[in-house]
């Protein structure tokens, strides 16, 4: 089956100006997750959701950031007033649900979407 | 506080020879998960391999198999009979379990850089 997509696969923006990063998770997957990789770093998680609520925004650097997710399906991250450290890739994840103790749900990546703010 | 260690910037190995990624953890939670995920120049992240920490054997999934060490807590990846196409970013990750508030997101280390030389 398909896995998970990402749009645009680039973007190039201005300073100051709003962008719109949009995941498609795998088909069925409950649980969808939003990570950040700065050049030549490791990755930082930013929000997750199951279904359509977010209980863990903890890693949104600022409120800047948002996230939505609409239908149990597809999800927006949109970064407003864009600013040149938010350069970064953004990958999005998805997995079947939470796992229990000792489950593996693994999370299965998209391509990401690099974003360039000049 | 969860951590991932990956001390090894960059390795290389000889193509057809096995190779070890190191990666440590520290965590006080006695449920979680380990994986391995290869992160090539196209930028996708592939899941390669995990181990549950209850689990009694170590993982493996066809040429990777994973050193598990819990009184250690270390996690290394073994590459065997390195190809070509190994060439890539290894990052090793830990899942947080679900109901510590971590919603299961993963803790990435910094990376290890693997080069195969033919």
């Known amino acids: 089956g398909a896995g998970v997509s990402q749009s645009p696969s680039n973007k190039v923006t201005e300073k100051g100006k709003d962008v719109e990063l949009r995941c498609d998770p795998i088909?069925?997957?409950?649980?969808l997750y939003w990570y950040r990789q700065s050049l030549g770093q490791g990755l930082e998680f930013l929000i997750y959701f199951q279904g359509n609520s977010a209980p863990d925004k903890s890693g949104l650097p600022s409120d800047r950031f948002s996230a939505e997710r609409t239908g149990g399906s597809v999800s927006t991250l949109t970064i407003q007033r864009t600013q040149q450290e938010d350069s970064a890739v953004y990958l999005c994840a998805s997995s079947l649900a939470l796992a229990g103790m000792g489950q593996r749900e693994t999370q299965y990546f998209g391509p990401g979407t690099r974003l360039l703010v000049l | 506080a969860q951590k991932i260690t990956q001390t090894q910037p960059g390795m290389f190995v000889q193509e057809k020879e096995a190779v070890t990624l190191d990666c440590t953890y520290d965590t006080s939670d006695p449920s979680y998960g380990l994986f391995w995920y290869k992160q090539p120049s196209s930028g996708e992240m592939i899941f390669l391999i995990y181990?549950?920490?209850?689990?009694?054997q170590n993982a493996t999934e066809g040429r990777y198999s994973l050193n598990f060490q819990k009184a250690r807590k270390s996690a290394n990846l073994v590459i065997s009979a390195s190809q070509l196409g190994d060439s890539a970013m290894y990052f090793c990750a830990m899942r947080e379990p679900p109901f510590s508030g971590g919603y299961n997101k993963l803790i990435f280390g910094a990376g290890t850089r693997l080069a195969v030389h033919p």
């Open positions: 088909s069925g997957h409950t649980a």
């Open positions: 181990q549950g920490s209850y689990d009694q």
